[in-house]
């Protein structure tokens, strides 16, 4: 099986910076796509950054210039740097990766995974 733990959530004033982890583990051929979600309170879970297998990245509009996705292939790890964080930027933040599985009876499957989720909260 296959698990994201997150790191690096945390309480932090308006204009501060923190850095989030996820980690991968388990039965993993090789990590096609990882991003990053989030969902405030009453909201819908929204894209924030992701980043694919080449580097290639994509950004919300309103994380653009402040948020940098980034990962480390050899660790199965994405990095979500948040810089000038706002208050709005408030809620649990989600890992997601797109998992390439080794073969079963010679077939190969992609699979979507998901991190438990880490809170980030932004004080004005």
């Known amino acids: 099986q296959v698990q994201l733990v997150e790191s690096g959530g945390g309480l932090v004033q308006a204009g501060g910076s923190l850095t989030l982890s996820c980690a991968a583990s388990?039965?993993?051929?090789?990590?096609?796509?990882m991003g990053w979600y989030r969902q405030a309170p009453g909201k819908q879970r929204e894209l924030v950054a992701a980043?694919?297998?080449?580097?290639?990245?994509n950004y919300a509009d309103s994380v653009k210039g402040r948020f940098t996705i980034s990962r480390d292939n050899a660790k199965n790890t994405v990095y979500l740097q948040m810089n000038s964080l706002k208050p709005e930027d408030t809620a649990v933040y989600y890992c997601?990766?797109?998992?390439?599985?080794?073969?079963?009876?010679?077939?190969?499957?992609?699979?979507?995974?998901w991190g438990q989720g880490t809170q980030v909260t932004v004080s004005s």
């Open positions: 997601n990766a797109d998992i390439k599985l080794p073969p079963y009876a010679s077939v190969w499957r992609n699979k979507d995974f």
């Open positions: 388990g039965s993993i051929f090789s990590i096609n796509a």
């Open positions: 980043i694919t297998s080449g580097d290639s990245t």
